[in-house]
């Protein structure tokens, strides 16, 4: 899978949307880009993912570049209970169920 | 429907030990995967399960196994137990493996302390 880069930690207003992004250079084509967020102590949530086209759904909006090297996750209107780490992961069609997870970027959302 | 469900939550073990830790996927789901999760650090993939075959596995020792069983369910062992193998052990289930329309969904976790 390719590697992925996020930077370690970022704030947010809470009511503010909150832009995470994430550098995948070496995305194969066949590589989808997926984010999970884990909240302390929880396991990890699934997200959102995408191939190509930008996607949204209830939780989030994630936009991915046209040469795919980039993406960011975007939480329109981030709360106090979006403070998580959030991971972006690219994943291989041939690579069964395994996700390998990065450092992730820690958000803080503040009052 | 119920997620992903593992247990137990918390256990505590002396070092030599061994301890077996178990998950039920969610309904439906076929392939099943477990991750260590050390303090401060991401999951890092130890087994995938689908159809009771082993599909993958991570760079783990021979002290970890695992088995799936025809319910779906799994479970996992780590024999020898070390100080090291203190961490949250993550059980993730999916419809079915690759990616068309497989999300992969995780459990809450298993958290062991080697003593």
């Known amino acids: 899978d390719a590697k992925t880069t996020q930077p370690p930690s970022m704030d947010c207003a809470e009511g503010r949307a909150a832009n995470l992004p994430c550098n995948h250079s070496?995305?194969?084509?066949?590589?989808?880009v997926y984010w999970y967020r884990q909240i302390h102590s929880q396991g990890p949530q699934y997200i959102i993912h995408?191939?190509?086209n930008n996607e949204t759904n209830e939780m989030a909006s994630l936009i991915i570049t046209e040469d795919r090297k980039s993406s960011t996750l975007i939480l329109p209107h981030a709360t106090l209970r979006d403070t998580a780490v959030y991971y972006c992961i690219v994943r291989a069609n041939n690579a069964g169920n395994m996700l390998t997870f990065g450092g992730g970027t820690r958000l803080m959302v503040k009052p | 429907d119920a997620g992903v469900t593992q247990s137990p939550t918390h256990l505590i073990k002396t070092r030599g030990q061994q301890v077996t830790l178990r998950c039920s996927p969610i309904s439906g789901h076929k392939s099943v995967s477990w991750y260590q999760q050390v303090l401060g650090q991401g999951p890092q993939f130890i087994f995938q399960y689908y159809e009771k075959e082993e599909r993958g596995r991570g760079n783990f020792p021979d002290r970890f196994s695992a088995r799936q069983f025809p319910n779906y369910s799994s479970e996992l062992n780590v024999n020898a137990l070390l100080l090291g193998d203190s961490a949250l052990y993550l059980c993730?289930?999916?419809?079915?493996?690759?990616?068309?329309?497989?999300?992969?969904?995780f459990g809450e976790g298993s958290w062991l302390t080697v003593v």
């Open positions: 995408g191939l190509k």
């Open positions: 993730a289930s999916s419809l079915v493996e690759g990616i068309s329309g497989n999300t992969i969904y």
């Open positions: 070496t995305i194969s084509g066949n590589e989808y």
